[in-house]
């Protein structure tokens, strides 16, 4: 939306709440501009950022903010973290899930900072694109956010010192750890490998995690594959679980993984019970738990990654940023971040919020709203420059920045 003349308010609220990290009042004003732009500007990259106020810097001024000016961007982050525990809806629980994934943000350049080819198993191409680590929180309110990013760099570009995904996986988990986030860790195939449960048990954690059909288990004495096992299961060995609107057979053992220093409680699942091909297996090191806990748990991972990643890319801009600078790159992932908890802590409330005028469900929905306000707002703004002032329109267009 051109011409904007006022923040929206849930922004002026973010300078209020997060304003004591940046130095001064013109640091203070390109962190709004910027919040600003990632809910409402068309192209939500620097220069459309700051093309969408009537009255502003120049762009350069928002690009040194971003790339060079000395704010702490783990400050903020630790600073919005904390934020959100102040509300029961986004605090975190012994019943909150933690779930770990990997994204791919593509980018239209190749001089950008750590990017590189990487193959998309969703639309089967390979992009040039950054490859980002993110640990999620689900609350049991069911409101999400990202706790916390790792970017990956190939061994190529960053020889030394160079950190593969296990790696990054890792830090991730000792980060949470290290800041005594409760709640149960849960990932996809990718990451449940030896090396990863191995980590996770010895943080005293608990975890469930998806299981590749191929991977090696000790079955009955002797090493199979997982989808060997789950040809041996009978259908009158088989239990029906139902969540939901959701019924399932399944099949669970505590078994043990090569190289896994623990036990394990396999669970096989299938969608009919006489169904010849098992559709899912699981793992966690919690051999006690009951299977409804075990699929509750694990299908939050879906609700803590897929979401964000999907509402990041679609309504904030988390692709949009073509700057060339790592640090530029970090920054605007962190501020994506931010954004997208602002807009949660918004939603499912008791009542709407005054600027919003509705009950907000989704983050597309409540960037609709943000709109709308801002859009209100400059409307405002020259009825009153045309009544009280006695502007001309032509005066009015040329401060809006309309002709």
Sequence with gaps: ??????????????????????????????????????????????????????????????????????????QLNEHRLTWLQREPSTRYAAQGVIALDNTLIDHAGQLIEDVGWFWDHAEHRHLIAHDYLIANYVCPSGKHYALEFRRFRK?????????????????????????????????????????????????????VGDLKFNRKVWWQGRELKASEVAAQIAPGNRKLVTIGATKQWYFTKTIRIPEV?????????????????????????????????????????????????????????????????GEGQTRHMYLVML???LLVSEMQQGRASEWAHAMLTTVGEAC????????????????????????????????????
Excluded at 269 to 296: D, F, P, Q
Excluded at 308 to 320: E, I, S, T, W
Excluded at 391 to 400: F, N, P, S, V
Aim: glycine share 6%; aromatic share 10%; proline share 3%.
């Design 1 to 74: 939306m051109p011409a904007i003349i006022e923040f929206p308010t849930i922004v002026e609220q973010a300078v209020e709440q997060f304003g004591a990290v940046f130095a001064n009042e013109p640091e203070r004003r390109h962190f709004a501009e910027y919040l600003t732009g990632l809910l409402i500007a068309e192209r939500k990259n620097v220069l459309g950022i700051n093309a969408e106020f009537a009255v502003t810097t120049d762009q350069s001024c928002l690009n040194r903010w971003i790339t060079e000016v000395a704010w702490d961007v783990a």
């Design 339 to 341: 954004t997208h908890s």
């Design 155 to 207: 061994a190529e570009d960053h020889p030394a010192p160079f950190k593969n995904h296990t790696v990054l996986f890792k830090e991730l988990v000792d980060w949470v750890v290290e800041r005594a986030i409760p709640g149960e860790f849960t990932f996809d195939c990718y990451f449940t490998n030896a090396e990863i449960l191995n980590h996770i048990q010895r943080q005293g954690r608990s975890y």
């Design 261 to 325: 220093d623990h036990p394990v409680r396999l669970v096989i699942l299938w969608e009919r019970k006489n169904g010849k091909e098992a559709v899912k297996m699981l793992v966690t090191n919690r051999v006690y738990w009951e299977i409804t806990r075990i699929l509750k748990v694990y299908r939050k991972r879906w609700t803590g990654t897929e979401p964000f990643h999907r509402d990041g890319k679609q309504h904030l801009g988390m692709g949009d940023c073509q700057l060339r600078n």
């Design 368 to 403: 609709r709203a943000v709109l709308r306000e801002a859009l209100g707002k400059t409307i405002t703004w020259a009825i009153e420059r045309a009544i009280s002032d006695g502007w001309r329109h032509e005066q009015i267009k040329a401060h809006l920045a309309l002709i």
